[in-house]
Each structure stands twice: as structure tokens, then as C-alpha cells.
């Protein structure tokens, strides 16, 4: 039944039933480890039995198979498996003339033979086999081949089925699989994610990494550090690269809807600094910097010290760094652009065009009053190189000077109208 414990046929299984089979490759075994495939397929998803009730029943059934599978290995070779009167010589000339002439004391007995007997039952003995003792490769290539059955053990199983060996390591990827979704879930993983039996056709290990990584970050913007380490542990446990999950699971939220929100990229940024190799930082950071072109409201401060970072990342890389570069060129110009003009002018503004950012560093310079006017001013003529700072400066300076050319007149027209009224 469904709903019995494993736990109370595991052993019975294990001592007696699949010891009881024979030969590890009979029809019979495949039945039980298939059939022990399909149950834990049905425990995980009851909930009375659950996961830990398939880990039992396929642990029990692989300890047993691979039990089973040792004592059909072929015994080690002692000796050639000849008697020592078969490996004797025996010259036809010698024979002839003991069996004539009886002259041979030790053949009193085969005296009475005729000659056509005796004849005879030499033709029957083995020739002598000339081999020299087997080496230790060749010992150690007997241990490693099992041992075929027999045609009368074969004969035994339906014609119509076939033996396949690789149905024999179903059983044990399903217990890995099931013990990688047990610690899994034990960290956080939800049921209706991923579950036993679709977990091939659902991506394996990589989709289970990657539905950790979005139970850890979902919840809030910032991360966990306990939860990193929670996750690299598993993922080097069950040889998983934890890297190539994070990749993945950046490319889902930059790609999809609503990729480029404020929180989705300090998730990126944090994602970024969880990877282990420089390389993959760099990759995983520089997604980060170019969904904030696209972000509707102004994206998050932090992504100019993930770019330093990235630049000391990729001291090594000199086609990553001038990547880099150029993303965080256009993110600083981005930033201007929202913080001086508002965020719909984003719509309008074209980095290619020379004339707009001619007339976005004018518009700037006549902002005197701003704070930081002077450093918005040199970064954007760094982030273009026809602008220059000279006449940035030339700008600022006029403006300030007409500026101040205004407030004066305007504190002298309160002056000259008081005289005017004494």
C-alpha cells in the first residue's frame, strides 16, 4: 500500500528478497528497482510518508543491489585449474611402448587394457597448456567484470525483455536526488517548486540552486550573509556551480518584467558579490549596470562602488574592464540626466548624438545654485570627449558672473524707488 512505511519492508527487502534473486542482472531485480523508483515517486508527494520515507526504501534497495552485485564478481584466480597428471606430457612413442612391452612398473595396472582403449583415452586427456601466470593488471581486470549469467539463467527471463543496464543507476540517481531535495528543502525550498518525480524535467540541481537563491533574495533587497554561506555549502556538496546558478538566476530578473526596478538591481549587486570566481562578478555586476539604463525611477547609488569594484575585479581582463567602463560611462551620465532633468527626459536624450550633450552640459552650468554643479559639469565632459572643461568652466563662471550682475540691479531698484518716494 501507499501509505505503509517504508521502514517496515526496507530490511525484509534488503536480507531477503534481494539476496534471494541470485545474479545481479535478473529480470526480477529490475522489477523491484523499478518499481522502487515509482513508490518514492508517490511518498514525496504524500505528505504522511513523505521524502524521508523514498530516502529509506532507495537507500535499503541500492545497499542491497550493490551487495549483490560484489558476490557475482568472479573469485580471484589461485591457480590455472589444472590437475597435475592432465599437465603431464605424454609422448605417443613412450605410451606405445609401455602398453606392448609392460615394461613400465607404474603401468601394472593398465596392462590389461587393450592398445585401442588405451589409445583412446589418451586422444580423450588434455593437451598441456603452455601459459605463464597472470599478471596483476590481468588479475585486477577479472575483478573488475562481473560475471555473465549463464545461458540457462538467461533462458529463464521473457524473450521479450530486455536487460538494461542503464536502468540499474535510476535507482541510485533517484536516492541523490532525493536526498539533495530533502537538505533542499530543509533550507527553504517550496514542495510545489520541484518534487521527485519531475525533477529531471524541471533542470535538476541547477533549478533547485537557483529556486534557493530566489527564496533567499525575494524576501528583501538586502542579503543574507548566513544564507550565502547556507548556499555555497550546498552547492559544493552536491558538486552544484553555485556561480552558473547565480548567472542564471540574474539573467531571470534582469530579462523578465520589471527587471530594471531599483530592487531588482541591488538584488544584482548583491548577487555580484556572492560569486566566487572575478570573472563571473564581472559578468553578474555588468548586468546590473546596464538594466539601470532602463530603470523608470533612479537607480540605486550603490551600483557606482559595485562598478569600482568590478574594475579591480577585472585587473586581468582588459576586454572586461573596458566593458565596464564604458557601462559605468553611460550609468553616470544616466544619473545626471534624471537627477538635472527629471526622469522623462530619458526618453529623449541620445548618448550618440553630439548636440545633446552640448545642450545638457549648458543646461547644467546655468544651474549655479545646485548643489554639486561643478563635479555633474567635469563628469559629463569626461563621459564625452567633445566636451571640454574649459569651456565647462567658461560657463559656470559667466553664469555666476551674470548671476551676480542680476542681484545687484535687483538690490538697487528697492533703493531707488525709496529715494524716489522722500
Not at 523491484?32 to 510518508?49: F, H, L, Q, T
Not at 544616466?334 to 553630439?354: D, K
Request: hydrophobic share 35%; glycine share 4%.
Amino acid at each position: 500500500p501507499d501509505d505503509l512505511e517504508p521502514i517496515l519492508f526496507s530490511s525484509w527487502l534488503q536480507d531477503a528478497v534481494i539476496p534471494g534473486i541470485g545474479f545481479a542482472e535478473h529480470a526480477s531485480l529490475k522489477r523491484i528497482r523499478s518499481w522502487s523508483c515509482r513508490m518514492a515517486d508517490i511518498y514525496d508527494e504524500d505528505s504522511k510518508v513523505g521524502l524521508p520515507g523514498s530516502i529509506v526504501l532507495l537507500k535499503s534497495i541500492c545497499e542491497a543491489t550493490a551487495v549483490l552485485s560484489s558476490k557475482s564478481f568472479c573469485p580471484p584466480v589461485t591457480s590455472l585449474g589444472m590437475d597435475r597428471c592432465d599437465t603431464a606430457e605424454v609422448s605417443p612413442k613412450s605410451s606405445q611402448r609401455g602398453n606392448v612391452f609392460g615394461s613400465s612398473p607404474t603401468d601394472a595396472d593398465d596392462s590389461v587394457l587393450s592398445n585401442d582403449s588405451f589409445s583412446s583415452s589418451l586422444k580423450s586427456r588434455p593437451k598441456k597448456i603452455e601459459s605463464s601466470n597472470p599478471s596483476m593488471l590481468q588479475l585486477e581486470g577479472l575483478h573488475a567484470k562481473p560475471m555473465r549469467p549463464t545461458a540457462r539463467l538467461r533462458a529463464s527471463v521473457d524473450a521479450n525483455e530486455q536487460l538494461d543496464d542503464d536502468t540499474y543507476d535510476e535507482c541510485e540517481s533517484k536516492l541523490m536526488h532525493a536526498q539533495m531535495l530533502l537538505e533542499a528543502r530543509e533550507l527553504g525550498l517550496s514542495k510545489s517548486s520541484i518534487c521527485l518525480r519531475n525533477f529531471v524535467s524541471m533542470g535538476g540541481a541547477d533549478t533547485i540552486a537557483v529556486e534557493l537563491l530566489r527564496s533567499f533574495f525575494s524576501d528583501s533587497g538586502t542579503s543574507n550573509v548566513g544564507s550565502s554561506k547556507l548556499l555555497i555549502n550546498f552547492c559544493n556538496k552536491f558538486s552544484i556551480n553555485c556561480d552558473k546558478s547565480v548567472d542564471r538566476y540574474t539573467s531571470q530578473l534582469t530579462n523578465g518584467r520589471g527587471g530594471s526596478t531599483p530592487r531588482v538591481l541591488h538584488q544584482v549587486d548583491k548577487l555580484a558579490r556572492c560569486c566566487s570566481e572575478p570573472d563571473m562578478k564581472c559578468h553578474v555586476g555588468l548586468k546590473a549596470l546596464r538594466s539601470a539604463l532602463l530603470c523608470p525611477s533612479q537607480p540605486p547609488s550603490s551600483l557606482f562602488s559595485l562598478s569600482d569594484d568590478m574594475l579591480i575585479w577585472s585587473e586581468c581582463n582588459l576586454d572586461m574592464q573596458s566593458q565596464i567602463q564604458e557601462a559605468t560611462r553611460l550609468l553616470k551620465v544616466n544619473e545626471i540626466l534624471r537627477r538635472r532633468c527629471g526622469n522623462a527626459a530619458t526618453e529623449y536624450f541620445r548618448v550618440a548624438e553630439p548636440d545633446h550633450s552640448v545642450r545638457l552640459l549648458r543646461h547644467i552650468c546655468r544651474l549655479i545654485d545646485e548643489k554639486d554643479i561643478l563635479a555633474d559639469a567635469l563628469n559629463l565632459c569626461d563621459a564625452f570627449t567633445h566636451l571640454s572643461k574649459v569651456e565647462a568652466g567658461f560657463l559656470l563662471c559667466q553664469r555666476t558672473m551674470l548671476a551676480a550682475a542680476e542681484l545687484d540691479d535687483n538690490s538697487k531698484e528697492p533703493e531707488e524707488k525709496s529715494i524716489k518716494r522722500r
